[in-house]
């Protein structure tokens, strides 16, 4: 499969707790994206890389989140003291930078619940 | 602040009818818009829409953008019940030359009954 993974694809954990999530983008693209999404709404953007780097990161994105793309190949989503609010599909997407546009394309998401 | 606004957010519809779904949007420095389907698990690419009035078409799938009025819609005729999904709009804005962030509105819910 040459799409985007994301695993693992559900996670329980209990409040307080810190869970990671991992994402393996398309292999020649070099934009990694995180979204949040939660039933009923659209996903939110909370922060993308380009090849390593950090381009943009949302206000949503309180200080216990952190995301990180060390060798610019596949990222992790760090989420810290885990909150009931924290409950959500969390989606990594991937796309290539180019002049023809380029399509962003998303992976199967990651469901978290925290109880 | 921007936003992209979808309508309605909720349609049911029997098999053969057809059905235009709306995306308005205010996004600042505007790129493309795109759509997705999505059916419980990872939206999935549809279109992407860069130029007013120029048509889009996959199958029974077509959709076009007004870049002067701000909105797109998305057509779907003689709809299937494989067609019942949410339908989610984006806009991308420019990030350097090519596409930053994505906004999503909040999708249209598309049921098909036998």
């Known amino acids: 499969d040459t799409g985007v993974s994301q695993n693992p694809r559900h996670k329980i954990t209990k409040r307080g707790q810190n869970v990671t999530f991992r994402c393996d983008p398309i292999?020649?693209?070099?934009?990694l994206y995180w979204y949040r999404q939660t039933l009923g709404q659209g996903p939110e953007f909370l922060t993308y890389?380009?090849?390593?780097?950090?381009?943009?990161k949302s206000r949503l994105l309180s200080d216990r989140f952190s995301a990180e793309r060390p060798k610019g190949s596949f990222s992790t989503l760090e989420i810290q003291r885990t909150e009931q609010g924290d409950s959500a599909m969390y989606l990594c997407?991937?796309?290539?930078?180019?002049?023809?546009?380029?399509?962003?394309?998303f992976g199967e998401g990651s469901w978290l619940t925290v109880v | 602040e921007d936003k992209v606004v979808q309508s309605p957010l909720s349609l049911v519809v029997h098999e053969g009818d057809t059905v235009t779904l709306n995306c308005s949007y205010e996004?600042?420095?505007?790129?493309?818009l795109l759509w997705y389907k999505q059916e419980k698990k990872a939206p999935t690419f549809l279109f992407m829409l860069?130029?007013?009035?120029i048509e889009k078409k996959s199958g029974r799938l077509s959709s076009i953008l007004d870049k002067k009025e701000l909105f797109s819609i998305l057509n779907i005729t003689a709809t299937q019940t494989g067609d019942s999904a949410v339908y989610l709009c984006?806009?991308?804005?420019?990030?350097?030359?090519?596409?930053?962030?994505?906004?999503f509105g909040r999708g249209t819910q598309l049921t098909v009954w036998p």
């Open positions: 860069t130029s007013s009035g």
């Open positions: 984006a806009v991308g804005r420019y990030r350097g030359s090519t596409l930053g962030r994505l906004y």
């Open positions: 997407a991937s796309s290539q930078k180019s002049d023809l546009g380029n399509t962003i394309y």
């Open positions: 890389f380009q090849n390593e780097a950090q381009l943009e």
């Open positions: 292999s020649e693209h070099n934009r």
């Open positions: 996004v600042t420095n505007f790129r493309s």
